[in-house]
């Protein structure tokens, strides 16, 4: 089955420096890669998410690159705030077959204000 | 729309008790699973289902049953609590081309 490896598992940026975090799949038929903020107590809340057939997606702050010939992906997060601060998760699933999500085993941001 | 509902919100069972931790959605989502977090690590599945009348085993589905009789409802079933299913239980649910929501968890603690 599919195996998503996450680094680093923690890590600690100061406020308004970039912080990114990689994971790298398994499967080539996973398709669909998704990244949740989860805060201590909270669900998992989807952040960004990209699919196989584009290489790179931008929401303000956020944004997640997809490489599928080295199987990884990154999320980056510029000018980060103290409000980022928490657990994040990278996943993968693919559109048939197994259609839930592998999950990466979290990396730990810590923004120092 | 409530999104994914899951009850309880905290339980507290004895080792050999068996119970159900319930799990709706009102989006007409075809896809739904169910997670588990222990403290400090990532989320594993334990079953999941593409449809009603159809489901499979995830990464650890031992000591847990699911069933899904319709769309909406996806309960998962402990048959005989084990101190080792203590954790917070995740529902999720998805339909193709959009993203899983997450419902708010199920704390179980098995003493």
């Known amino acids: 089955g599919e195996n998503v490896e996450q680094h680093p598992s923690t890590l600690s940026v100061q406020e308004g420096d970039s912080a990114v975090i990689k994971c790298t799949y398994s499967d080539s038929a996973s398709n669909y890669f998704p990244w949740y903020k989860q805060e201590l107590g909270k669900r998992p809340q989807l952040i960004i998410d990209?699919?196989?057939?584009?290489g790179e997606k931008k929401d303000q702050r956020i944004a997640v690159t997809l490489n599928k010939t080295a199987k990884h992906f990154s999320l980056h997060i510029t000018e980060t705030q103290p409000e980022d601060s928490a657990v994040y998760f990278c996943?993968?699933?693919?559109?048939?077959?197994?259609?839930?999500?592998?999950f990466g085993s979290g990396t730990r941001l810590q923004v120092q204000p | 729309n409530a999104g994914v509902t899951q009850t309880p919100k905290f339980q507290v069972l004895k080792t050999g008790q068996s119970m159900t931790l319930q799990c709706a959605q009102d989006m007409n989502h075809e896809y739904m699973s169910w997670y588990r977090q222990d403290p400090g690590m990532g989320l594993r599945l334990i079953h999941y289902s593409v449809g009603a009348g159809i489901t499979d085993q995830g990464e650890v589905p031992n000591g847990y049953n699911v069933s899904r009789s319709t769309t909406e409802d996806f309960p998962l079933r402990l048959l005989s609590a084990a101190p080792s299913q203590t954790s917070v239980y995740f529902c999720?649910?998805?339909?193709?081309?959009?993203?899983?929501?997450f419902g708010s968890g199920t704390r179980l603690t098995v003493v």
């Open positions: 999720a649910s998805s339909s193709p081309g959009k993203g899983y929501t």
């Open positions: 996943a993968a699933s693919m559109d048939t077959g197994r259609r839930a999500l592998t």
């Open positions: 990209i699919r196989s057939n584009v």
